[in-house]
């Protein structure tokens, strides 16, 4: 070998399936966009929606989006900014509104969330609670599994699944570091943070404190049929869905994501020193437990003490993350720390949401989509609205999702002498996984900065995780809510 040889560079490997996706997205955008005009969506009583040529282009939006964030074509927060881009370059909405939608108060939400992560872990608070839990479920990593999921899902019960979501994340960060493969992503890894995600989605349909889709739909419902579904009657039905979707994916997890080591040796007597060494609680821990406890406090009775309900649940919990500021707990150089990509990828989700909702895209689907069953059986119609709605909340908001379909769905309904309750339970029970994308849910984006999977991983999985939910939401429509007392029909 010469010396120039030895000193020329590598040669540089072409990434085809990043350029094919590049292209292949860019190629529907153009394609969608300059078609002819699409024909109207047409509901069952005749009301035509027709699709705006602003509606198209929201489409194509949507097509090169979902694309790119599945193959990770660029950085998935980069993906977000082109969202924006193309909305303004296109003029599918005006700049100011598609960029707006990046400062909107989810978005907002999810920093926060994300600030108590970050004092979680710089607290020390994170290391208690994982070895605390340790040592209850003990050194079998599939019990750990269980330990964990049956953890997030009780949460989910009594707190926002994102906030769940930021209090969780670092607790199991603490538990992997003690799995012993440094940051090497591992079946392991993969399924606890995975498994958060899923977890979160499934433990948050049980209860109207889970997130705010359910209170959303509960007053479209009341708006549209007339009927008031209690707090306690929401559960009733969703418990058994929500906590069998909980042991099916521990089951998923544990034949899918079997850790490599059916134990981790000597986990025990490491947490027991571990925990001896943190000492009592500092003062900076109890601070910040007392501080996210308020807010998660405040935000749970929103629902069941009107007066708070005009509060902003976004306001709320940015009240703690200045907090953590005035008493000294976090500095200037822990905003560095704060992973903007995830929320770039949060705001781009928001944009587009807003941007199929308001050019009437997401309408004019749910009206082609739902008309073709407009005279099947009452079990395909409804399990046709909650794949609809699964599908849709995997690209757009929960809150959006239902908000687009639920309204057509139960006017169709009427004609199919479909009961109204199935209608809108099955949805709900959809709209709270979003198990494909990362946008779907905020739970989904803080794993991914875990660096233990792809976004491609996260969505070949969910494909298979969402079969299992479309499987058990038609065995509770079909079997479960009627022994329950539900009505499936209104003949």
Same mark, same amino acid.
Not at 103 to 118: C, E, H, R, T
Not at 343 to 350: D, E, H, N
């Given at each position: ?10 040669? *540089? ?8 996706? $590049?292209? &292949? ?89 994300? #600030? ?9 608070? &994170? ?13 079998? &990593? ?35 570091? $003690? ?17 958060? @995600? ?8 049980? &209860? ?42 521990? +089951? ?49 009775? !929103? ?18 993350? #200045? ?17 903007? %990509? ?15 909702? !308001? *050019? ?7 009206? %082609? ?54 209608? $809108? ?26 660096? !233990? ?17 479309? +499987?058990?939401?038609?065995?509770? @429509?079909? #079997? ?10 209104? !003949?």
């Amino acid at each position: 070998m010469t010396a120039d040889a030895a000193i020329a560079p590598a040669k *540089t490997q072409i990434d085809w399936t990043r350029l094919i996706a $590049l292209f &292949t997205g860019l190629g529907l955008f153009f394609v969608v966009y300059y078609s002819p005009a699409w024909p109207d969506a047409v509901d069952p009583v005749g009301k035509h929606f027709p699709l705006s040529p602003e509606g198209k282009g929201a489409i194509a939006v949507f097509l090169l989006a979902g694309l790119w964030w599945v193959f990770e074509v660029i950085p998935i927060g980069v993906t977000s900014l082109v969202i924006g881009i193309m909305q303004a370059l296109f003029m599918i909405r005006p700049a100011k509104e598609a960029f707006k939608d990046f400062m909107d108060p989810s978005v907002l939400f999810i920093f926060a969330s994300l #600030v108590i992560g970050l004092v979680f872990n710089k607290t020390g608070l &994170t290391k208690r609670m994982a070895y605390k839990m340790l040592a209850v479920v003990g050194e079998k &990593t599939t019990t750990i599994y269980l330990g964990v999921f049956v953890l997030i899902a009780l949460l989910t019960h009594i707190m926002a699944h994102t906030g769940v979501a930021a209090t969780v994340y670092p607790l199991l960060l603490a538990i992997y570091a $003690l799995y012993g493969e440094g940051d090497k992503p591992t079946k392991f890894g993969k399924g606890l943070f995975i498994g958060m @995600a899923y977890v979160c989605g499934a433990g948050s349909i049980i &209860t109207l404190l889970g997130a705010a889709r359910g209170i959303v739909a509960v007053g479209f419902f009341h708006e549209m049929v007339g009927k008031e579904i209690s707090f306690f009657e929401l559960s009733y039905y969703m418990a058994p869905v929500g906590w069998l979707m909980v042991g099916l994916l521990w +089951v998923f997890f544990i034949i899918f994501f079997k850790p490599e080591k059916s134990v981790i040796p000597g986990l025990k007597e490491r947490v027991t020193e571990l925990s001896a060494a943190l000492g009592p609680m500092k003062r900076n821990e109890i601070i910040a437990l007392i501080i996210i406890v308020s807010a998660i406090l405040v935000m749970s009775l !929103q629902v069941m003490v009107p007066p708070l309900r005009a509060l902003d649940k976004s306001a709320i919990f940015l009240v703690s993350t #200045v907090m953590f500021f005035i008493l000294r707990i976090l500095d200037i150089e822990d905003l560095e720390l704060i992973p903007w %990509n995830i929320i770039l990828l949060f705001s781009g989700a928001m944009s587009i949401g807003f941007c199929l909702w !308001q *050019t009437g895209a997401a309408q004019w689907m749910a009206v %082609n989509w739902l008309a073709m069953f407009k005279e099947a059986n009452w079990f395909v119609f409804v399990m046709s609205i909650a794949f609809f709605v699964m599908v849709m909340t995997n690209f757009i908001m929960n809150v959006a999702a239902i908000a687009i379909s639920l309204p057509v769905a139960l006017v169709i309904a009427k004609y199919l002498h479909v009961a109204p309750e199935v209608v $809108l339970f099955a949805s709900l029970a959809t709209a709270g996984m979003p198990f494909i994308l990362l946008v779907g849910a905020a739970p989904n984006a803080i794993a991914y900065d875990s660096k !233990q999977f792809t976004s491609g991983e996260f969505f070949t999985w969910g494909l298979f995780a969402s079969v299992i939910l479309m +499987v058990v939401v038609g065995v509770a @429509a079909a #079997v479960i809510w009627p022994l329950m007392g539900m009505p499936v029909t209104t !003949q």
